[in-house]
C-alpha cells in the first residue's frame, strides 16, 4: 500500500512539474504586446476555456475567446498575414 | 469518533465555505438583489429541519445509519446505486473543478512565475497525503482550513460593511427580484452539511453558513452592482478588490486556497461515511472494507482526480454541467433520505410530522427546478442517470458474481438468521 501511494504522488508531483517541462513555445513579452496594440491590426486570442477561462481574474480587454479545442473552426476567421497573439493564463 | 462543536462545524462547512459555493452565492446575490439573503434564510430552515428529521437520536434502533434508512424505502440496490451515486462523483469533480480554480487564484494572487497547472496537482498531492495521517490530525487540520475561510470571508464582509457609502439600509431599500430558479440553487451551498455532524448540532452548518453568506452577500451588494455580480465567474474577487484593493486580492486568494482544501476534505469524510454506513451493513464493516475506506478511497479520488486534470476536463465545458449533476445527485439522495424517515416515523408512530413533509416536498420541487432551469438539462438528466445505473450496477455484478460462485455474503447469513 506504501509502494501504490508513493507511487501515485510521484504521478501527481510529476504532473505539477510538467507545465516547467513545456516544449519551447515563441514567446511575447507584455511591453512589445502594448506596443503592437497600439498598431490596431493585431488580434488577441484567449485560448483557454471552461474552468480555465472562468477561473481567472486575468482577461485581456479586447480578446477574443477562441477555445483551443475549436481551432479548426475559428482559424477561418483569420488570414494568414494577420498577427494572432495566443495566450493561455 | 468524538465530535466537538468546532469539528462538527468543521466537517459540514466544508462545501458551504468553497469558491464554488462563493460563485453560486455572488451570481444569486446578483440576480435577486437582498432577496438572496431571503433565500438563504429559506434554505437554511429547510435544512435545519432536515437535520432534525434526519437526527439519528429521534430515529428507531433499526435505521441507526442513513443508508439503512435509506434501503428500508427503496430496497438494496437503488439504495447503493444512489449512495454511491450521490457521493463519490460529486468529490471527483468538485475536487477537479476547486483544484483548478486555486491554481489560478495562486498564480494570478501570490507567485505569477508558478504555474496554475502544477500548484493545482501540488495541491492534491498534499490533500492526499493528508488523508494518510491519523483521523486527529486530518480533523485538527480540517477545523485550520475551515477557520481560515471563514474568518478571512467575516473580516472582509465586516471591513467592507462598516466603511460602506451609501450606507448598508439603502442597500437594503432596493428592490429585490424573486427567482425560483435562483432561490433554489441556496440550498446546493449546504452540500454535504449533515456529514459529520453530532445528533447534538442538526442546525450547526446551517445557521453559521446563514451568518457567514448573508453578510457577505451584504457586502458584495454595497460594493459591486448587480449586473456585475450576477454575470461575473469570479465575483468573490471582484468584491475583495472592491473592499479592500490589493489586500483584499491576497485576503480572498489565501480564503479560495484554504476553502477549496476544506472542501475537499469535507467531501472526502462525507464519502467515507457514507461508504462505512454501506459497508457496516453489508459485512459488518470488516478489516478489508475498513482498508478501502481508509487507504484505498482516497488514492483511487487522487487517480481519478489527477486523471481528470491532466485530460483537460477543466477546459471544458462539461466539467460544469456535470458538477451540477452531481450536486443536485446529492440533493435527490438527501431528499429521499426525508422521504423515508417520514415513512419509517409514519409506521411507528402512525403521524407525519409536518414541517418535515413540507421540507421533504420542497426538496424534491427543488430537485426539479433545478433540472429543468438549467440550459444544460438534457447533459444534467443523461449525467445523473448514468451515475444512477453506474452506482446500481456495481453492486448488481457483486450480487451475481457471489450467486454464480454460491458465496454467502455476511449479510444473507444474517437475513436468514434473522
Redo the contacts between chains.
Keep these: 500500500?506504501k509502494k501504490?501511494?508513493l507511487l501515485?504522488?510521484s504521478?501527481?508531483?510529476l504532473?505539477?512539474?510538467?507545465?516547467?517541462i513545456a516544449g519551447e513555445v515563441p514567446l511575447i513579452s507584455k511591453d512589445e504586446l502594448k506596443a503592437q496594440l497600439d498598431s490596431g491590426n493585431v488580434v488577441i486570442l484567449d485560448v483557454?476555456?471552461?474552468?480555465?477561462?472562468?477561473?481567472?481574474?486575468?482577461k485581456i480587454k479586447g480578446a477574443v475567446q477562441a477555445?483551443?479545442?475549436d481551432i479548426a473552426k475559428w482559424s477561418k476567421d483569420y488570414t494568414k498575414d494577420q498577427p494572432l497573439v495566443l495566450y493561455c493564463? | 469518533m468524538r465530535h466537538s462543536f468546532l469539528l462538527s462545524f468543521a466537517l459540514g462547512a466544508g462545501w458551504l465555505l468553497s469558491p464554488e459555493a462563493l460563485v453560486i452565492g455572488g451570481n444569486t446575490a446578483g440576480n435577486m438583489g437582498w432577496l438572496a439573503i431571503a433565500s438563504l434564510a429559506g434554505a437554511a430552515l429547510l435544512l435545519s429541519i432536515s437535520g432534525n428529521l434526519l437526527n439519528p437520536s429521534q430515529r428507531a434502533a433499526e435505521h441507526d445509519n442513513n443508508y439503512r434508512l435509506l434501503r428500508y424505502m427503496t430496497g438494496t440496490l437503488p439504495a447503493i446505486g444512489l449512495t454511491l451515486a450521490s457521493s463519490i462523483p460529486l468529490v471527483i469533480l468538485a475536487a477537479t473543478?476547486l483544484l483548478?480554480?486555486s491554481?489560478?487564484?495562486f498564480?494570478?494572487?501570490f507567485l505569477y512565475w508558478f504555474?496554475?497547472?502544477?500548484?493545482?496537482?501540488?495541491l492534491?498531492?498534499l490533500l492526499?497525503?493528508l488523508q494518510?495521517f491519523p483521523e486527529k490530525i486530518i480533523f485538527r487540520t480540517q477545523i485550520c482550513f475551515v477557520l481560515l475561510t471563514a474568518g478571512a470571508l467575516l473580516f472582509l464582509a465586516l471591513s467592507g460593511i462598516a466603511g460602506t457609502e451609501p450606507p448598508v439600509y439603502e442597500v437594503l431599500e432596493q428592490p429585490g427580484s424573486f427567482s425560483s430558479a435562483s432561490s433554489v440553487l441556496m440550498l446546493l451551498l449546504f452540500t454535504g452539511s449533515t456529514s459529520g455532524v453530532k445528533p447534538k448540532h442538526p442546525c450547526l452548518v446551517p445557521i453559521a453558513g446563514l451568518v457567514i453568506f448573508s453578510l457577505w452577500i451584504l457586502a458584495s451588494l454595497c460594493y459591486v452592482n448587480p449586473e456585475r455580480l450576477a454575470s461575473s465567474?469570479?465575483p468573490y474577487?471582484t468584491v475583495a478588490r472592491t473592499i479592500m484593493g490589493e489586500p483584499g486580492r491576497q485576503i480572498m486568494g489565501v480564503a479560495i486556497i484554504s476553502g477549496t482544501c476544506g472542501a475537499i476534505t469535507g467531501l472526502m469524510f462525507m464519502c467515507r461515511v457514507m461508504l462505512a454506513e454501506v459497508a457496516t451493513v453489508h459485512n459488518g464493516n470488516n478489516l478489508l472494507s475498513a482498508t478501502i475506506q481508509r487507504?484505498?478511497f482516497p488514492?483511487l479520488v487522487?487517480?481519478a482526480t489527477?486523471i481528470l486534470?491532466?485530460g483537460g476536463?477543466?477546459?471544458?465545458?462539461?466539467?460544469?454541467t456535470f458538477l451540477r449533476g452531481a450536486l443536485i445527485l446529492w440533493l435527490i439522495h438527501h431528499s429521499l433520505l426525508c422521504l423515508s424517515a417520514i415513512l419509517t416515523n409514519y409506521r411507528a408512530h402512525q403521524t407525519v410530522p409536518p414541517a418535515g413533509a413540507m421540507t421533504t416536498a420542497l426538496f424534491i420541487a427543488a430537485v426539479f427546478i433545478l433540472i429543468v432551469t438549467n440550459p444544460q438539462r438534457n447533459e444534467i438528466t443523461f449525467f445523473i442517470l448514468s451515475m444512477l445505473g453506474t452506482g446500481g450496477l456495481i453492486p448488481a455484478i457483486w450480487i451475481v458474481i457471489n450467486k454464480i460462485t454460491g458465496t454467502r455474503t455476511t449479510t444473507q447469513q444474517t437475513e436468514k438468521t434473522l
Excluded: H, K, Q
Design positions: 500500500m501504490l501511494t501515485l504522488l504521478f501527481l508531483l504532473c505539477a512539474a510538467l507545465p516547467a483557454r476555456s471552461g474552468r480555465d477561462w472562468s477561473s481567472s481574474e486575468f477555445p483551443g479545442s493564463a | 473543478a483548478v480554480t491554481g489560478y487564484t498564480n494570478e494572487v504555474p496554475n497547472f502544477g500548484f493545482s496537482f501540488l492534491l498531492a492526499t497525503l494518510f465567474t469570479i474577487m487507504w484505498v488514492l487522487a487517480l489527477g486534470m491532466a476536463l477543466a477546459g471544458d465545458e462539461l466539467l460544469e
